[in-house]
T-cell receptor
């Protein structure tokens, strides 16, 4: 069984400040981890994913995330927030094997203020 | 190229009516997924198709829910005798293959409101 916990349903940062969105997972098999972003009235878009190899993963729009097995975490960061980053962010996990559904966290809404 | 499309974008229905939601995956994508997003909650997996077979239906909440897929193309999610708790955004995703690492590409969703 797998699960994802996203701490903080709402996060507010100033433009130019560090963005940190937290994600912890639980998985009985080696996990594959994903971050998706959902802009208002749009579908989910993949930001980045971790499968194997390097634990620091870089994605689109300047975001990155680090897989920390010992902490069962996959936190999303961006050094400097931009107004256009305001959106809802979802962390998701899938397991090894052939076809695999994604198990999502409840999402974190990021607000960026001037 | 065209992304995943879903129709209708919004559907309002009365309790007890049947509804059909449609998903057109990206051309060539063999895997197709349905998810549900209820207000304030994360996405819940409903069903997965590989081609036109459904090896994983574990997320369908009741026998009022069913889905089918024509070949590696269009999928339809049907909800019979709708209930108010069925109100949600229904999202469809497709991926090129069926591997766990494959990126799933999501459609914009269908917002279902059951009165």
């Amino acid at each position: 069984a797998q699960s994802v916990t996203q701490l903080g349903s709402h996060v507010s940062v100033s433009e130019g400040a560090l963005v940190l969105l937290r994600c912890n997972y639980s998985s009985s098999v080696p996990p594959y981890l994903f971050w998706y972003v959902q802009y208002p009235n749009q579908g989910l878009q993949l930001l980045l994913k971790y499968t194997t190899g390097a634990t620091l993963v870089k994605g689109i729009n300047g975001f990155e995330a680090e897989f920390k097995k010992s902490e069962t975490s996959f936190h999303l960061t961006k050094p400097s927030a931009h107004m256009s980053d305001a959106a809802e962010y979802f962390c998701a996990v899938s397991g090894t094997g052939t076809a695999s559904k994604l198990t999502f966290g409840t999402g974190t809404r990021l607000q960026v203020t001037l | 190229g065209a992304g995943v499309s879903q129709s209708p974008s919004n559907k309002v229905t009365e309790k007890g009516k049947d509804v059909e939601l449609r998903c057109d995956p990206i051309s060539g994508h063999t895997a197709l997924y349905w998810y549900r997003q209820r207000l304030g909650q994360g996405l819940e997996f409903l069903i997965y198709f590989q081609g036109n077979s459904a090896p994983d239906k574990s997320g369908l909440p009741s026998d009022r829910f069913s889905a089918e897929r024509t070949g590696e193309s269009v999928s339809t999610l049907t909800i019979q005798r709708t209930q108010q708790e069925d109100s949600a955004v229904y999202l469809c995703a497709s991926s090129l293959r069926r591997g766990s690492t494959d990126t799933q590409y999501f459609g914009p969703g269908t917002r279902l409101t059951v009165l």
